[in-house]
């Protein structure tokens, strides 16, 4: 990307960003909790904090970047709305964003969308645009969209404002674990473009400095880690085949990449049936529902892909929107 | 009971024992979240703000009771340590409340309570003692324990401290509804003997006088609203043989119902299907895991069993211990 330094500073996003964003969300988004459990706590071996975004609006931490990349836009522009493509997570919060800020919102998904996906885009107050995944491309759809009625689109993750969003994630996270007389040692944050990653890293690490950093991806689709390696944006071998579509982008974010590789970052993958064990612990110890994208760091913390044994772990549980069925498969009799 | 006044005052009872109750929590128990959803608020006609108690320790809010009733206790009773006789949440909350006040504890149980509670009461390092229901009586079991041995009883809800001790869920709800700009018009509160009803609605009558007070019940047992409509303690038609374990204790409390009548309360009902589809609820738009015993105010609001159009209206969803063999039933496709 043309906009990234040469050293890999990223305009637009660092600590001073997050605190800006964190300033600009306050009294629209939920202070979600960071839950912890001794039975859990026992079974990792470590004092593990749980960021629980399943219990955002939305149901994900999404609507955190996208209302931040939106109120950051100056008056005509927040007048004229914003667009996304995204049946997933991103629609919603970027549906949610416009609602909060009382602006219109195009939402653009293949007509092949659950129903229910494109009826909470609409829910919000957004209208849905859908496309045939056949015969049309979406970013030829949306394109249209944004050059005729002057809207901006809000990327999923390869933008400074949404990073920085979703770095509150990470705010939070040292505030609260701070109130709980706590540092943490380790973070497991899961991973797909690296919008997370990069803010939630960026705003431990200027917290708890040395902290050890970990992304989890989906086995066989560990493009971050992948890019972090060769230091090239990398993009998935093919098109996603399980369960954890909520990690399932087809490529890192560049802008994500670039302020990752500032950081020691370890990169930890997770299988669908150890997300779905995971998401059945959460259930059984946490009482919260995670979608098996978000339980990838506790999947990884549970199947001892990362030595924790007396340590202060952070992880961020990124979301709970879930099918019943697939919600019925996790749990354990 | 005897000791309770002429007037209906409760000895050791009251807004002044619940705010000390507070101060002994604090930092032993989660203050936990006070959770809003747009969409359930949409679905009901009112703002709804659900007391996620499910999130507590151990699962349910009975740790609360337990703890402020062991930490009331004098230093000689303390060391000696508890009893309870209850193979629910009440066994596993003063489990909890001894270890957090590293004392011992004793839990009876029938031999046929699920491995699962056993365990978890071991888990927390109380003892389990096991008796045959056909041919031992529990309270003669308990009562040689606390005779050989110098212990003290925890009842599950018939006494002031456990009463006070839950009230505090009613005094995070006030606060936490005042950190929103909120105050609720309504309360609901799941009912059986009667110690978390009696002590939130204390708490939130004092916060919002001239609240509209309604307990929940399962339906077809109905014993508070019973004794409250006769000023007389009632119990149960039969035992129960439904879902809602959390709320099928046999009869009402004689202190919370004492409690109680000094209030305007109104008795409200639910049945199992109605808890399941409340459950369904409450994993799809909130989130969270409840049981069927804490699904009950939900319950009955979602089934317009009481017209709360335009009202701000708080509950409380006060536990998450159910089987999966039952969650997997709530969950609708």
């Not at 079974?43 to 209302?67: D, M």
């Not at 645009?129 to 002057?150: Q, S, W």
Request: charged share 20%; proline share 6%.
């Amino acid at each position: 990307m043309s906009d990234i330094h040469a050293d890999g500073a990223v305009p637009g996003f660092g600590i001073d960003a997050i605190h800006e964003a964190a300033r600009r969300l306050a009294g629209h988004v939920v202070r979600t909790p960071l839950l912890n459990s001794p039975m859990l706590d026992d079974l990792v071996g470590a004092r593990v904090l749980v960021k629980a975004e399943c219990l955002q609006l939305t149901g994900s931490f999404k609507v955190r970047g996208a209302l931040n990349a939106l109120l950051a836009l100056d008056e005509d522009a927040r007048r004229a709305g914003i667009v996304a493509y995204s049946a997933g997570n991103h629609g919603q919060g970027v549906a949610a964003a416009a609602r909060l800020a009382g602006c219109p919102a195009v939402i653009v998904m293949p007509r092949t969308a659950p129903r229910i996906k494109v009826d909470n885009c609409r829910w919000w107050g957004a209208e849905t645009v859908l496309y045939d995944p056949g015969t049309e491309d979406r970013e030829e759809v949306a394109r249209k969209i944004l050059e005729e009625r002057g809207m901006t689109l809000i990327p999923p993750f390869d933008d400074p404002r949404v990073m920085a969003g979703q770095g509150t994630v990470g705010l939070e996270i040292a505030e609260q674990a701070r109130e709980m007389g706590l540092a943490p040692d380790t973070v497991l944050v899961n991973c797909s473009g690296g919008g997370l990653a990069s803010g939630v890293i960026t705003a431990l690490d200027d917290a708890f400095p040395g902290l050890a950093n970990h992304i989890v991806e989906p086995a066989g689709f560990d493009k971050m880690a992948r890019s972090l390696a060769t230091g090239r944006v990398c993009a998935n071998p093919h098109p996603p085949d399980g369960l954890m579509d909520a990690l399932s982008g087809p490529a890192a974010g560049a802008r994500p990449l670039a302020v990752l590789r500032h950081y020691d970052v370890t990169g930890l993958t997770a299988t669908d049936e150890e997300a779905l064990a995971a998401m059945d612990t959460a259930h059984r110890l946490l009482k919260i529902v995670l979608e098996p994208g978000a339980a990838a760091s506790l999947a990884a913390l549970l199947s001892g892909k990362v030595d924790v044994r007396g340590e202060v772990v952070a992880l961020v549980a990124s979301g709970g929107n879930v099918d019943p069925a697939v919600f019925r498969r996790a749990l354990a009799d």
